[in-house]
């Protein structure tokens, strides 16, 4: 058995991995159609992205903010860069004229009333991706969990596939109930990612170290939103972690449960893609809330 690594320091977050030809780092040197489909995910002038994820219902149902997609999702799609969704919402939903890019949830299997998670398959075929015309597909990978090497085999086995049809691959680190939230264990999940082929990596925000999982992973990194926070706090998260080397972020719950899901969304893009600082993008976020009440009334 080899010997546990000790893991260095050497991160030099202070200087930029190079993204020769590309704008995207570790990106370069992937086929045409791969790096166009990044390139409609991440904006090409900032380097990076508004994801709004709303994939949730795949194992909790209707979630809140999400029990009427039409109705809470379809008029915030002018706002983000790309929509991270299931393809059951895509095909029943989500409307055919949309020229957002759409990135699918590609695993599955236990629901909220299961106690263990991680136990996920594959549950769609890259063809139907294909078919869909998506940019990009998301698996959840349990570094850790029970069935780590299962949700490691179902990433690589997407990854293959990906890389026949140009159709990019993010992994997306899953942290068990019992699991430590931290820079250290971020930083293991999404080496693992990269290395086995991810083209980008979702996972979420850590107040100490949160530099050294950006600067040690190789391709891109987009923020989970995680649970809902007040807005200063999620424009803050946000604002820390595109400061400390994200390439964007993907936002569910602090967007569309909200009081204000346009507003919401609109100082989100502010911080990300303009570096607007938390607290005017909170300003922002309550100028576009009160014209917004104003027009409804």
């Known amino acids: ?25 570790g990106t370069h040197q992937l086929d045409w159609g791969m790096k166009n489909r990044m390139a409609r995910v991440f904006d090409p002038t900032s380097g990076r992205t508004v994801m ?16 009427r997609i039409d109705l809470s999702i379809v008029p915030l799609l002018p706002n983000c860069d790309a929509l991270f969704c299931t393809r059951g919402i895509l095909r029943s939903v989500i409307p055919a004229e949309c020229q957002k890019p759409m990135v699918l949830r ?12 991680s136990d996920e398959q594959i549950a769609m075929d890259m063809d ?33 596939a990906g890389l026949r049809m140009g159709i990019p691959v993010m992994g997306i680190t899953a942290v ?27 996972t979420y925000y850590v107040d100490e170290g949160f530099e050294t999982i950006t600067a040690s992973c190789p391709v891109p990194i987009v923020m989970a939103g995680g649970k809902k926070l007040p807005e200063l706090e999620a424009l803050t998260m946000a604002y820390n972690a595109v400061q400390q080397g994200a390439s964007g ?14 507003a919401m969304i609109a100082a989100v893009a ?28």
């Not at 058995?1 to 780092?25: H, N, S």
């Not at 294909?130 to 997407?158: C, D, P, W, Y």
């Not at 068990?176 to 979702?202: H, N, P, S, W």
């Open 1 to 25: 058995m080899p010997e546990a690594d000790k893991e260095g320091e050497r991160y030099a977050v202070d200087q930029p991995q190079q993204t020769p030809g590309f704008f995207l780092k």
């Open 52 to 67: 709004l994820a709303i994939d949730h219902g795949y194992f909790q149902g209707p979630t809140t903010g999400l029990e």
């Open 106 to 117: 590609a695993s599955g299997g236990p629901s909220i009333l299961r106690e263990e998670l």
């Open 128 to 160: 139907d991706a294909m078919r869909l015309n998506a940019a990009g597909v998301g698996i959840q990978v349990f570094i850790g969990g029970e069935f780590e090497t299962r949700s490691v085999h179902n990433m690589t086995k997407l990854v293959d």
């Open 176 to 202: 068990g109930k019992t699991m430590a939230r931290d820079a250290k264990y971020f930083r293991l999940a999404c080496r693992i990612i990269a290395e086995l082929g991810a083209q980008y990596v979702k």
């Open 249 to 262: 972020v993907d936002m569910g719950r602090n967007i569309f449960q909200s009081d204000a899901p346009q």
């Open 270 to 297: 502010a911080v990300v893609h303009k570096n607007m600082k938390p607290k005017e993008a909170l300003d922002l976020f309550n100028t576009l809330k009160t014209k917004g009440a104003m027009r409804a009334a």
